[in-house]
């Protein structure tokens, strides 16, 4: 359904007290504000609690800060919460010893991580690292015993000229060959979300979801119990206008969808 205004006063109405906002493709993409996008999050701010949660695990929490300050977002390095920082959240608690395949932009927040004799192979998005040698090192740990940790299984990524593969195909490809199931860690995974909630204390049924992806984004929200506002955003910027559901079958239904960033929020 549309964003209609009646549906945003009921919205608006109800008990929410914490928003997360996808970064890329809701936001902005790559180095292009969403158009209304900045002065939507002010108004936002002015009425709940904003946290910005994204899967991009191509440059470090810092890189992206600085992009985002670049295109005109008043947004903290703090509120900031990616895939990459719940990775290094999951290999200090577990005491991993990785085997990194993500980009040098990545690599420093893994910065004092011990990676000699690893006991684990842990994928981002990392074109660089997706060629025969280096596959067949993870795929050669995994058979040894090694755990497999997707930071992120996405099935591609939208840029300005169309879509790219994105790190779930190469994690699968890992899966199927070993026989192993890797431990996930960003959205549309549960245990994302709800550490992204937890600073503010914030249960999920009084927690909202706005992003461009129905499954990552929505769906995922869902399932932990918030609600999912749906934003077009990031098709009009795609040659051919791709969507994700024409592509892959939609598994959820958005609380709402917008045709672009909501701005009347």
């Given at each position: ?210 992003g461009d992806d129905v499954i990552d984004d929505v769906g995922g929200a869902q399932k932990c119990g918030m609600l999912g506002i749906l934003v077009q955003t990031a098709f009009s910027w795609i040659p051919g206008k791709f969507c994700y559901r024409s592509l892959i079958p939609a598994v959820a239904t ?12």
């Amino acid at each position: 359904m549309q964003c209609s205004a009646p549906s945003l006063r009921m919205f608006k109405s109800s008990k929410v007290c914490t928003v997360l906002i996808d970064l890329s493709g809701t936001l902005h993409i790559e180095d292009y504000a969403i158009p209304g996008a900045v002065n939507a999050l002010n108004r936002l701010r002015r009425k709940v609690n904003v946290k910005f949660v994204t899967n991009t695990t191509k440059e470090s929490r810092r890189v992206l800060h600085e992009r985002l300050h670049s295109l005109g977002f008043d947004i903290e390095k703090s509120e900031i919460f990616t895939s990459l920082s719940a990775a290094r959240s999951y290999v200090d608690t577990h005491k991993i010893r990785p085997l990194l395949m993500l980009e040098k932009e990545a690599m420093e927040d893994f910065e004092g991580v011990g990676t000699s004799d690893p006991n684990a192979v842990v994928i981002g998005l990392a074109p660089s690292c997706f060629n025969y040698s280096k596959m067949n090192e993870a795929f050669r740990m995994l058979l040894d015993g090694s755990t497999l940790i997707g930071i992120h299984k996405a099935r591609y990524l939208k840029k300005k000229d169309g879509l790219y593969l994105g790190p779930g195909p190469f994690v699968h490809a890992l899966e199927y060959a070993t026989g192993t199931q890797a431990v996930v860690l960003g959205k549309p995974e549960k245990a994302f979300f709800l550490e992204a909630l937890q600073e503010f204390s914030c249960p999920p049924d009084q927690a909202v979801m706005i992003g461009d992806d129905v499954i990552d984004d929505v769906g995922g929200a869902q399932k932990c119990g918030m609600l999912g506002i749906l934003v077009q955003t990031a098709f009009s910027w795609i040659p051919g206008k791709f969507c994700y559901r024409s592509l892959i079958p939609a598994v959820a239904t958005p609380t709402y969808t917008a045709i672009s960033t909501p701005t009347q929020l």
